[in-house]
């Protein structure tokens, strides 16, 4: 049991797990998990950690079809620059491993953004804290959990 899945259990929101067998060899873990579930990249959102211009980590939420706009994240939480997070902060941070790391139910709690897409679909696909462990809800409940705000941060 992951802490996303125990605090998705405590919320009492509609939610659904889905499993798949992870391939170590493969290293885009939103496309496998794509691609293993027979769901659109449009669907299945990747969790990035962002490192704002005061050192502070947030996070952004996009689809895995897309590239996250670095100036878009920095724009969404008045920064004037943002860079990807260190993998070891990330993990320290996050107490999930890259690859598993959710939205939801993180060691530290993050400021969050979701890509306004998200709002297109019934249903979204996220990490839920582990390789090979997604969990499908409703992008609004996925917001009201991470306490989060949908902003276009996705790049053309």
Same mark, same amino acid.
């Given at each position: 049991?992951?802490? #996303? $899945?125990?605090?998705?259990?405590? @919320?009492?929101?509609?939610?659904?797990?889905?499993?798949?067998?992870?391939?170590? @060899? #493969?290293?885009?873990?939103?496309?496998?998990?794509?691609?293993?579930?027979? $769901?659109?990249?449009?669907?299945?959102?990747?969790?990035?950690?962002?490192?704002?211009?005061?050192?502070?980590?947030?996070?952004?939420?996009?689809?895995? @079809?897309?590239?996250?706009?670095?100036?878009?994240?920095?724009?969404?939480?008045?920064?004037?620059?943002?860079?990807?997070?260190?993998?070891?902060?990330?993990?320290?941070? &996050?107490?999930?491993?890259?690859?598993?790391?959710?939205?939801?139910?993180?060691?530290?709690?993050?400021?969050?953004?979701?890509?306004? &897409?998200? #709002?297109?679909?019934?249903?979204?696909?996220?990490?839920?804290?582990?390789?090979?462990?997604?969990?499908?809800?409703?992008?609004?409940?996925?917001?009201?959990? &991470?306490?989060?705000?949908?902003?276009?941060?996705?790049?053309?």
């Amino acid at each position: 049991m992951t802490p #996303c $899945i125990e605090l998705l259990k405590k @919320s009492k929101i509609e939610y659904k797990v889905h499993h798949y067998t992870h391939d170590s @060899s #493969c290293d885009s873990y939103g496309d496998e998990a794509a691609e293993k579930l027979g $769901i659109s990249t449009q669907r299945v959102f990747k969790t990035l950690v962002v490192a704002i211009d005061t050192k502070e980590l947030v996070v952004a939420v996009v689809p895995v @079809s897309s590239k996250l706009s670095m100036k878009a994240v920095a724009k969404t939480f008045g920064a004037k620059k943002a860079v990807m997070a260190d993998a070891h902060d990330v993990q320290k941070t &996050t107490g999930y491993v890259l690859g598993g790391v959710s939205p939801i139910g993180q060691k530290k709690r993050l400021k969050t953004v979701i890509d306004s &897409t998200a #709002c297109d679909y019934l249903s979204i696909f996220v990490s839920a804290g582990k390789r090979g462990l997604e969990v499908e809800l409703r992008a609004d409940d996925l917001k009201t959990l &991470t306490n989060a705000k949908f902003e276009d941060i996705k790049s053309e």
